[in-house]
């Protein structure tokens, strides 16, 4: 007796383990059009987010959104294997010159800005620095906030860390100063935060802080610095109407390229890219929406 | 009858041999898994520039030596907050507390443990961090001494756990013995109980060891992250960048099978290494034979 109890148990115990498998989903009705999107990682998950609005919206179309880098992207677009390209930089000449050659002229698509805003705390007296002396802070070659018209604090510098393309943007404008050639690096004891939130916080509690973000992700109560490409030059601080016209040094376009004129869906998805709809996504993602 | 018990026997036992050894497949898969993706760093960098003291992985600086020295200062500032702590509730909850207050105080310890280290590390950055930063007058309060405060806090709870255990353990006639011959209480704890419980407070020492350098979240959100060589005893009130945090923070968006994956990779070998040898030296002091005194006295 007690072991046809411990069979069935046994058995019991299988029966549940083997036990329904959750419901399968469905597949989406079948959809007529398929857009390919590839390219850019800053951009990607922009135009995942556009892609997801879009698509419910509209049940017939299907879009495939791939990062992989904005060279990725051209090249697929050269190779014909995608129909929008990602790109947070413009063409090069070469590549314009392999698209004519496989008899297309590539079209270019400006649809979301994107800048970074230098931030302190702010009860620093420090309102406005030149490219130089950021790139110069950033770099340790200036220690101390005396050295650019603040206070005698010692300078504490936070950054995102290594994987963020926010923190490549940075070094290559900033540091850098836009020169491929120049190879220099944050300073050794640069504070590398796994968030955002993380270098708001300490930026909003240390005055001896000094961070950067994205404009979309910095709060109003923190102090930015306008910032001059040189000592001459305008101190401009960075916003939607600065960014859309260029006269702040530290952002970029981002584009979308297609072969040739887009047409049908392809079309419309560009025309709703660019639409208030679409723009106001592009705020919520930390980029700079573009102005009418 | 007798055949039908004998047959769930050998099921039972077979299953229990299997759970047993599975503990040990897995260690050693993990270990072997580990090599494969970890042992190609060593032949794609050189031995040189995989121990020198620049951590910028995206443009081929793999040195790796400011993470070991940061997780080293770490688990060591931790350690010199977790043994007086950790010893000094164990010795207090087993030796000194009334049984009432030991019963209060034991769970809500082990509640301290459970706490996620997230929102220890939450409460770091909030908290701590600010307080170290004005009460020590440091440039900023993002340190390895932060770090190394949380995690002390979050190994108290596993030592005091085991020593306290340990210490309970001592048979009660050593203290009656110690108290007879005219020791005093203090005496009594500090020359005949711990000593005598000597290898499960050593045991409960390495765990809260263990579980420090194994520590992630707490401290990627409270050290700064800043990969500089912490070697000189101010390098405690600097930010310092571990081991763990580098993996945590970079191993998502890394290429499959690239020489920055194989380094990560080789960093969490090290890790492994680590812990092998901070637990092989606790087991070895565990299960250290008894001398012939202490066999014949238990």
């Known amino acids: 007796m007690k072991s046809l109890r411990f069979a069935l148990l046994t058995l019991l115990v299988f029966l549940a383990a083997c036990g329904g498998t959750s419901g399968q989903t469905n597949p989406q009705p079948g959809s007529s059009t398929y857009i390919q999107n590839k390219g850019s990682d800053t951009i990607v998950n922009l135009a995942l987010a556009w892609a997801e609005k879009y698509q419910a919206e509209h049940l017939d179309v299907s879009i495939s959104v791939t990062g992989g880098g904005s060279g990725k992207g051209i090249a697929a677009l050269l190779n014909k294997t995608v129909d929008i390209a990602n790109a947070s930089r413009q063409m090069q000449a ?19 800005r994107d800048a970074i805003a230098v931030i302190v705390n702010p009860t620093n007296p420090v309102g406005r620095l030149t490219m130089q002396q950021i790139s110069d802070i950033y770099s340790g070659k200036i220690d101390n906030w005396f050295q650019v018209g603040g206070q005698d604090r010692p300078i504490v510098r936070l950054s995102r860390e290594v994987n963020s393309g926010t923190h490549v943007y940075f070094r290559d404008t900033v540091i850098r100063l836009g020169d491929k050639k120049n190879k220099t690096l944050f300073a050794a004891d640069t504070l590398l935060l796994p968030s955002s939130e993380g270098i708001i916080s300490e930026v909003r509690q240390n005055p001896n802080a000094i961070g950067y973000d994205g404009l979309g992700y910095v709060p109003p ?7 001059a490409k040189d000592a001459k030059g305008p101190y401009v601080l960075p916003s939607i109407a600065t960014v859309n016209d260029k006269s702040y040094p530290v952002a970029r376009d981002l584009y979308m390229y297609t072969a040739g004129q887009p047409a049908g869906t392809v079309k419309a998805y560009l025309d709703w890219i660019v639409s208030t709809e679409a723009q106001t996504i592009v705020a919520n993602l930390g980029f700079v929406p573009i102005l009418k | 009858m007798k055949k039908a018990l004998s047959w769930s026997e050998a099921l039972i036992t077979a299953v229990v041999k299997a759970c047993g050894y599975s503990a040990i497949v897995f260690v050693i898969l993990i270990f072997f898994f580990l090599l494969r993706e970890g042992v190609p760093a060593l032949a794609e960098v050189k031995l040189g520039e995989l121990f020198s003291t620049r951590w910028y992985p995206i443009e081929n600086h793999f040195g790796i030596l400011p993470l070991i020295t940061g997780s080293i200062i770490i688990t060591l500032g931790a350690m010199l907050v977790a043994i007086p702590f950790g010893i000094g509730t164990a010795v207090f909850l087993s030796e000194i507390a009334p049984r009432w207050l030991r019963e209060i105080l034991k769970p809500l310890v082990e509640l301290l443990g459970g706490l996620p280290s997230v929102v220890l590390g939450f409460l770091g950055i909030l908290v701590l961090t600010p307080y170290l930063r004005v009460f020590l007058n440091l440039p900023t309060g993002l340190t390895a001494l932060a770090g190394a405060l949380l995690l002390g806090g979050i190994a108290v709870p596993t030592t005091v756990s085991i020593a306290e255990d340990a210490l309970d353990s001592v048979p ?13 209480k203090w005496q009594t704890i500090w020359r005949v109980t711990l000593p005598a419980a000597r290898s499960g407070v050593l045991t409960a020492l390495m765990l809260g060891i263990g579980r420090t350098i194994g520590e992630t979240m707490a401290v990627m959100m409270v050290t700064g992250n800043a990969p500089v060589m912490a070697v000189k005893l101010t390098s405690i009130f600097l930010p310092v960048r571990t081991m763990t945090a580098t993996i945590a923070a970079e191993m998502g968006e890394v290429a499959n099978g690239s020489t920055y994956y194989h380094v990560l990779f080789f960093i969490g070998l090290v890790l492994f290494l680590i812990s092998l040898v901070v637990n092989i030296i606790a087991s070895s002091v565990v299960f250290k034979s008894k001398t012939r005194a202490e066999r014949v006295l238990s």
């Open chain 1, 94 to 112: 070469e590549e314009i010159k392999q698209a004519k050659a496989n008899g297309f002229d590539p079209l270019e698509f400006v649809i979301a």
């Open chain 1, 221 to 227: 109560d923190l102090k930015t610095v306008a910032v």
């Open chain 2, 172 to 184: 009660q006639s050593y203290r009656e013995g110690a108290l007879a011959l005219g020791a005093t």
